[in-house]
């Protein structure tokens, strides 16, 4: 799993509980990968979308290189 260093201050910014639901999201993800990497076609990267922990998210799963990569991370702002 890979989060670039234009998000990581994104990720360190969330709440302690957030930021822990969503790396242990990402690590899941990442595991699942894994155990279906002989199910999927090599030759493209998938972008996955998905919900956590009140985040909007992408990961881009690189079957060839067997990597997952956070690209995406969006916090909703509250309302005021």
């Known amino acids: 799993m890979l989060i670039p ?7 360190e910014g969330l709440p302690a509980e957030t930021r822990q639901e969503l790396l ?11 155990q279906e990497e ?3 076609p090599p030759e493209f990267p998938y972008t996955l979308r998905l919900d956590v922990a009140g985040c909007q998210v992408s990961v881009e799963l690189e079957p060839s290189r067997s990597r997952l990569t956070l690209v995406g991370l969006l916090r ?3 309302l005021e």
Request: glycine share 4%; aromatic share 4%; no cysteine.
């Open 5 to 11: 260093r234009g998000l990581q201050a994104a990720v």
């Open 76 to 78: 909703p702002q509250p």
């Open 38 to 40: 002989s199910q999927l």
């Open 24 to 34: 242990a999201e990402l690590f899941r993800l990442a595991a699942l990968a894994r």
